[in-house]
């Protein structure tokens, strides 16, 4: 077969020929020498993309091939990383310095002659550069490729249509925005836990509010359940274990007013609620923009329909349109569990058997059919877009209301309920958690004699507020209410609760006396497990030694299943070892008002 004229198709076995010979020509030359010819084909051929993309792609492969031993290939790398996320680049008169740009801002490599990093700064728009130890370590450990996903990040915070002017707005009035939240995380207000980490992101107005740094932006952490609370007790590196949002913008198809100053007056004045009074949005203080304030959530939220309405009513409209594809919230939960298989399906509702200490095993069942119901179907949430500093406080609010209803309901998710049922083990207790009405559930289990059903209506007011009360045969204890409710709210596991109610009600007809010696009641919640206090380590913990802190507020955590980070530290224990680590700790420290 022989080539057509000119611009048709090339034979098979010239292309062959074609490359061989290529191979031959280069065979001897060196790697920068390749990288500069593959350099100056791309920048021939800029003006035509089809031609441009296979060469871009080439010189990518060569890029990333290529030990980055010199300040040629280091210059080269970035030039290409920079490319890829679309950013501009350019070196400094001296060349020692190497520019990535954006319209919000920009990034300072400063670079040594030998082709190491000395520093990274990040400047955004009209602030001086700051230091960024994070990427200056992966630089200098050339790990180019995490470095890269970093800059998409920073770059991501900032996607905002409309020009340059319009862009530099918007950021202005999001810095403006910091300023104000910041003003209302100081406000004073009355403290609720000992543990002042945990009482400012549970109490605190907006939660625990970290300022942007290192090219990030600002940080709300505003929900962490006792077992978060346990697992950061063992943290030594940065970052939140808990619930946290980001401070952005982004665009908007309509246009809103936005604050072009802060709201706020200093000294702030406050209303009846606590909150401050902010100066109206009028003309003088604010500007028409195509864009809205976003609170980016890390993880996001499964979220109810009737929360997104009224987080809808909350920012005025800004949240406008009711989600179309819902699903019920176990299902939603059960999709985003790290813990659970990906194969367990929802259509007749899915059963779960939950490990416990002392060899003991419950069964949960959630039928799909009644949790179909419209309340309890929801979607999720990634951003909650908002126009006013003063939404956030009764966003955050919604977002703890919601995250206490997860928690509660994912306390009952077990990954290893498939082994347990395949091997036909009995449970000790079996029970069927249904949905009631809006922010109330009802789990239904029975008795020990098997004759009698009981039903257990827990109402979730909101995360501060749980409201429990057990429907018995011949059997009414409003002091056990109390008492129910309390355990749920200390430990939020749906399980350890169900626990402690069957050793109360075990073999009993008629109503408990209460408990006068505070040794015998401690030992009747022995399955409360008490958070860790943030000082104790995880080592400390697993120590049967060692006791709560005096005078610390103890919070309850739910049994824990091991993630995959812990699989083979957990392969020669029972299903329940770790929570017996947890349960050792449940005698110490509880007040007298639970007993």
Known sequence: M???????????KKTKTLMTDLKSKYADKSWSETLQLVRRCLEKTKGDSRVCEPIAKCLQKINEALNVCSL????????????????????????????????????EVVLLRGGGVEDVRVAHHGEAPVSSPSLLQLLRMKKFQEFSLKL?????FYIISGDSDVKIKIYTCLRHLETDLFKISHLPRCLRESD????????????????????????IEYYISPLDVLSGSSSTGEGSVGQTALVTVGSSGASHRLQTESLISSPPQVDSSGLPVFQPLSESCSELLPATFLLKLQPPLPMLTPFIEKMGRITDGVIAEKPQQVEPLPQLLMKTSKALSSEISWTDGVQFVVPLPAS??????????????????????????????????????????????????????????????DAGLL????????????????????????????????????????SCRLMMPDFVDHKLDDYVS??????????????????????????????????????????????????????????????????????????????????????????????????????????????
């Not at 022989?2 to 098979?12: C, H, I, L, N």
């Not at 501009?88 to 319209?103: F, K, N, Q």
């Not at 209506?457 to 995360?463: E, L, P, R």
Request: glycine letters at 6%.
């Open 196 to 219: 002042l980490h945990v009482d400012l992101i549970m109490n605190g107005r907006i939660g625990n509010v970290q300022p942007g740094k290192e090219g990030t932006p600002m940080t």
């Open 360 to 421: 003991e095993y419950h069964s949960y069942v959630f039928p799909g059919a009644v949790w179909g119901r419209e309340s309890w179907k929801g979607v999720l949430v990634h951003t909650v877009p908002f126009t006013h500093p003063g939404h956030v406080p009764a966003l955050l609010d919604l977002l703890r209301h919601q995250s206490a209803i997860n928690v509660l309901l994912a306390s009952c998710f077990s990954g290893h309920n498939q082994l347990i049922v």
């Open 486 to 595: 309390r355990v749920l709210m200390r430990c939020m596991s749906i399980p350890i609760t169900m626990r402690a109610i069957r050793r109360k009600v075990s073999g009993r007809t008629t109503p408990p006396e209460p408990a006068a010696d505070p040794e015998s009641s401690a030992a009747m919640e022995s399955d409360v497990i008490s958070a860790v206090h943030p000082s104790v380590s995880r080592e400390a913990v697993e120590d049967e030694s060692v006791t709560s802190p005096p005078g610390c507020s103890v919070m309850s955590v739910a049994a824990p299943e091991p993630d995959n980070a812990n699989t083979d530290a957990i392969a020669n224990r029972s299903p329940c070892a770790s929570l017996g680590v947890y349960s050792r700790w449940v005698t110490s420290g509880l007040p007298a008002e639970l007993l």
């Open 427 to 466: 449970c000790d207790l079996r029970c069927e958690i249904r949905p009631e009405s809006d922010h109330c559930l009802s789990v239904t289990f029975s008795l020990d004699d098997n004759n009698h059903l009981a039903v257990l209506q827990v109402t979730v007011v909101d995360s501060h507020q749980m």
């Open 2 to 12: 022989e080539a057509k004229s000119e611009g048709g198709p090339v034979s098979t």
């Open 72 to 107: 040629t290939a280091m210059v080269s790398r970035l030039e290409m990383i920079a490319k890829q996320r679309g950013l501009g680049s350019h070196m400094s008169p001296t060349e020692t310095v190497c520019y990535l740009t954006a319209d919000l801002f920009y990034m």
């Open 152 to 156: 998409d990040d920073l770059a991501s």
